[in-house]
């Protein structure tokens, strides 16, 4: 029997993923086929007619079956990019988004505003609650090479891997890993707080993707009613575990900015700023909230 030939697998599994209800079916084929013979997509499109041998066919064919079965992508593959990174991924912990890129530049941002003091984050401690795969930690980490980290999560499977992605790129050494819930495991006031809490209604999960509501964990997504039970709890603990002069930042979802504002305008001291950051789209992304010194 002649070896299968990448041009037909292709073929056949972009139709069994469009049939499946899979978006972008053809790119996911082409991504699901490169990661089993373990070549970058682009030679696929170079090469469209490559054997691909017995064994690389059997781990396609055992991919493309976890796909049509709704797993996520990334968690196939094991790795997915963020911001410009790439992080090891499993079904412990929520997968990177994009847009979640924001908050890591909102950090960047709000240290290079602190003043040549803690240029790089020299001398500063910055805490990401609910760190998961420890993506917006490590990212924040390799560009702020003076800063210390504390990364914390509910999940002490999640802690695991943000652990090893933090060891992958090199800055496990200035990152403490803490189980807890939200603010829980914090020994004292830091300087930054970055938080990505769940924040999808409990009443909207059952309608979600299949991909996220099936596979993706249900703590990492379950916002409580209305989506705002945990994001709000998160402000309303940050003013005890803040330094004077510190700041806040916490990705919000699709129309909650109004609510999240005035929660903080209630809880922190006069003198405190508190305005929002907007995305590509320009929909409010990111709450900021910065103490008076």
Do not use: W
């Not at 805490?127 to 800063?147: F, H, M």
């Not at 299949?210 to 039970?229: K, L, Q, S």
């Amino acid at each position: 029997m002649s070896p299968a030939s990448a041009r037909g697998l292709l073929t056949e599994a972009r139709a069994e993923l469009q049939a499946a209800g899979v978006d972008s079916a053809a790119l996911e084929a082409r991504l699901l086929l490169a990661y089993a013979i373990d070549v970058v997509p682009e030679s696929l499109l170079a090469e469209p007619d490559q054997e691909v041998s017995a064994d690389a066919e059997l781990r396609f064919r055992e991919a493309l079956g976890r796909r049509l079965n709704r797993e996520p992508l990334f968690y196939i593959t094991g790795e997915r990019e963020f911001y410009g990174l790439p992080f090891y991924v499993d079904a412990r912990a929520l997968i990177p988004r994009p847009e979640t890129e924001l908050l890591v530049e909102e950090a960047i941002a709000a240290v290079e505003d602190m003043g040549d003091a803690h240029a790089d984050g020299a001398g500063l401690l910055i805490a990401d609650i609910g760190t998961g795969s420890g993506c917006i930690a490590v990212a924040t980490a390799t560009v702020l090479t003076k800063a210390r980290f504390i990364a914390t999560d509910i999940s002490a499977e999640a802690v695991e891997v943000a652990g090893a992605n933090a060891e992958r790129h090199g800055v496990a050494d200035r990152i403490t890993f803490g189980v807890g819930d939200l603010l829980e495991p914090l020994l004292g006031p830091v300087d930054i707080i970055i938080g990505n809490p769940p924040y999808i209604p409990a009443e909207n999960l059952p309608t979600l993707q299949a991909e996220i509501r099936d596979h993706e964990p249900r703590v990492a997504v379950d916002g409580g009613e209305g989506g705002m039970t945990i994001a709000e709890r998160l402000v309303r603990g940050a003013p005890d575990y803040l330094r004077p002069g510190g700041r806040l930042l916490m990705e919000i979802g699709y129309g909650q900015a109004p609510l999240m504002v005035d929660v903080a305008k209630e809880v922190f001291p006069a003198g405190t700023v508190v305005d929002m950051a907007l995305d590509l789209a320009g929909i409010p992304r990111v709450v900021r909230v910065q103490l008076p010194e």
